[in-house]
Each structure stands twice: as C-alpha cells, then as structure tokens.
C-alpha cells in the first residue's frame, strides 16, 4: 500500500512543485494556459539567456514540452521528448547541486525536471512505469525536506489532490481507509490552493472543477470556478470543455453550446498542431449532450465514436464513456446490454468515480 501512495505522491509533487517560480513568469503562464505552447517556449527559452537563475526554466521547459505533446496527440513522442530533455538538462543540475546542496528552489526544479514525465504515466494510468522511476524522485524529495521545514500554501495543491485520488481510488475498491492517509478527501486541501497560493492557483481549480462535475456533481461550483477561470484565461481548451459538460447538466443549453463553438472555433484556427485528441474530446463533450436531451441513439453513436477513437489526453475517459453508455442503454430498457458496459466499467483501472457509481448500479440490478 505505501508504493501506491508514493506514486502519486512522486506525480502530485511534481505538478504541485512546478509552478513555485517567479513572477517572470506570468506572461508564460498566459500562454501556457491558452495552449499558445510554440510562443511559451519562445519565451522561456529566451528568458534563459538573462537569467541569473535558469533552473526553473530547465524544468518548465520539460513540463510545457509534455503537456504541448499531449495536448497535439503527440502520445508517442512525448517520453522520447521528455527523457532528452532529461538528458540535456541532468548534468546541469547536478553539477550545480554537488556544490549547493542547500539551494531549495534548484533541488525543487531538479525534482520536477525528473518527475515531469510522471504526468505521461499518469494520464495513460502506467502504474509500473511510475513506480519504475519512483526511486531517484524520492530520493531528491527527501534532500528538500532535510533543507526546509517551511510550510508552503503552494504544497496544499499536491497534498489535496493526493489525498482526493486516493480516496477515489479507495472508494473503487472497497477501501477507502486503507487508502489515504486521513479522513480528509483532499478537497479543502485543493481550497487553500485555490485562495491562497499564487503559482498552483488555477492547477488546483482545473482538480477542483473535475471533483464537482464528476464525483459531488454540484454544478453550479463547478461553473463557478469555470468562470472565474476563463475570464483570465479564456482560450483554455480543457476548462473550455468542462464549462461545456457542466452547463449542459444545468439544462443551460445555449451556454454550452457557446462553449463547445469556442473550441471548434480555436481547432479550426490551427490553434493545436494535431487535433486528434481534441475532436475526441468534443464527440464526448456532443455525447453528454445527447445524453441528457435523451437523444439515446444519437449518444449511443457520439460515445462509441470517442471509444474507437480512444485518443483523448487522459484514459481515464474510457471508463467515463462505458459507464455513460450503460446509462443510456438502461434509459431504452436494454439491461442486459447495460450490464455488460457496466462491468466493462468496474474492471477498467482507470481512476474515476465512474467505476464506483458502476459498481453500486450492478449491484441494484441483481
């Protein structure tokens, strides 16, 4: 049980720790968050030469490279890219760390560097591959311990989305106080970073947003905080597509369907170099809609189509997408049909509330 919790530990602190930088990178921030990656790594890389400090954007150069893969379908490339960078940028970093052991913020970028990669794995839900390269990341979380004892309202991001996913991930098994830590499910953790950090401010609203949708389906919070979010960053695809999703289940068709144009809008405009992943995403976002219309046959076809694509970011939208399609087949009265995706969806291993929800309506049906 303690390699489970150190995986997402290893993932969570990586993420957590990648935004702890300085106000220089606001401007990066507003075209990272709008997907604009080709001009972000323009300007980080021209930010290097004037440094007095290039460490963090070593790190946040490897994070933007991963996450500007993922975004444009790049699965297959996106390890090669990460572990060149890795390569490039090792030596560097140990050469410096040898002899200032004490530099927090350079053992911090250091850590992210090696465990930007982790959010590969773990968007394809790569267990062995995480725990595989667990060992060397620990090893460097434990050097910033030793080195500072200071409480970031930053770190309240990593600590409250790993406790969340574990309790998500109890919950599908059965064994929630196994899981985690404490009784907490993370969520006022991911609300002390959304107050009060800087940097982790809006990684732990996109967490948030997808808790409120997915697993307390309380809405009208989660369009809240879509919101506020898009009115600083407007062109981001991913807040864009749950601010589609969360409007539909509020009945606020129109709303959605102006969220849901924004994004084919900005695909049509070359805003990502392959949209694969993408038009993916948006025959979800079209299936949910069809869902609730109870447009069942049209849904059915929106959601099979998302399946055989299978080229969404995270896989965990798998398990999503059968647990929604034994819905609707239970909707028509098909329950043997129904049955069949939800058993799909409860031996999927994807992490998602979708696979609790399966279980608990298998088990009604007996």
Known sequence: MKKIKYVFLIVLFSLSGLFAMDKVFKKGFDLFYNYHFN?????????????KDPFPYYAFLSYL????????????????????MIKIYTPVFESYLQSSPEDIDAQFSYTVLLAGKMRIYLNKMEYMNIM????????????????TKKDFAEMDFGTGAFDYYLSVLGGNYGMSNLFSNSKS???????????????????AAIVLMYVYIYDKMDYEQCAQLCDEFLAKYPDNLEV????????YYRAKWNEGDDHKRHITKLLKHGLLDDDRGWKARLNYVEGVRAMLKEDHIEALDYFNTVYEMDAIEYSWYRSIVLKYTGDVYLKMGLVRTAKLYYEQTVNSLEISPHVREAKDILKSLK
């Open 39 to 51: 001009e972000a790594e323009t300007y980080f890389k021209d930010q290097i030469k004037d440094s």
């Open 65 to 84: 490279g991963i996450r500007s893969d993922m975004a444009n379908a790049r699965y297959e490339d996106a390890m090669a890219n990460a572990n060149r």
């Open 132 to 147: 595989k390269g667990a060992p060397k990341i620990l090893g460097k979380k434990v050097k910033i311990d030793r080195y």
């Open 185 to 203: 499910d993370g969520i006022r953790d991911l609300w002390s970073a959304y107050k009060n950090a800087e940097y982790t401010r809006w990684e």
């Open 240 to 247: 864009l597509a749950i601010a589609a999703e969360c409007d």
